[in-house]
């Protein structure tokens, strides 16, 4: 499995329920779905979800117009979004609704993809489009230390401590380890690199100068040097 595809997991399990300001945010999204063009029919709203309907099942009644079936993968899904953006990448309240919003608008636009996908994953897309959302807000909202990038000493050896990094762990294990330790943007950089992409290929996609790219994987490597070094035995 892709290492963006088991980050998108450990979001899942790491994500904390957070209920604040649902309901309007439900109802924007609501909105905006009908402005790509969406048209919900009938008597629809207001079904509470039940464990039998499968998110397959509910994605493929939304694209189809059932509105219930939006409201259904809400709540479903929705808190642990939320509280994922607000609490676990301390996202200001408005990023955070940006990230969410943007996370059921994807998967609305993308469903076609989604439901083609086996095994169907829509909370793995929801969370894996939210991180995405979250890489790209703190790439626009980040500023450069003003100390500069490290020197060519240290870069040479995290270049050797993440071959080793690579050697020990599995990507299920790396991906845990990213997900607890880096933030989104770090967490790109990072998922990048190890797909053999450039500094400059890194920045084009996120937004940033390649000073940045290294700058972030410098500080990924070493968040994961001290989180290996927390577990292991004393």
Known sequence: MPLTDLL??????????????LAPLCSL???????????????LRGRPP?????DEALLAALVR????????????HAAKLNGYARRRLQLQP?????????????????AEAV?????????????????NKAAHLLAAGSREAAAGPPDDRELSLDEGALAALLQRETAERLASLLERACNPLEQEVV??????????EIALALGITPNYVRQLRHRALAKLREALAEEAPS
């Open 8 to 21: 998108a997991r450990a979001a899942m399990r790491s994500a904390p329920a957070d209920v604040t300001d």
């Open 29 to 43: 999204i609501f909105g905006r779905l009908r402005a790509l063009g969406w048209a919900p029919s009938g008597d």
């Open 50 to 54: 039940s464990l039998a309907d499968s």
């Open 65 to 76: 117009g059932d509105a219930a079936a939006f409201d259904a993968l809400f709540d479903r």
């Open 94 to 110: 408005a990023d955070a609704a940006d990230a969410v919003q943007e996370a059921f608008l994807v998967l609305f636009q993308k």
């Open 115 to 131: 439901l083609a996908h086996e095994p169907v994953n829509v909370p793995g897309f929801l969370f894996g489009t939210l991180r």
């Open 191 to 200: 998922s990048m690199d190890l797909d053999d992409r450039d500094g400059p």
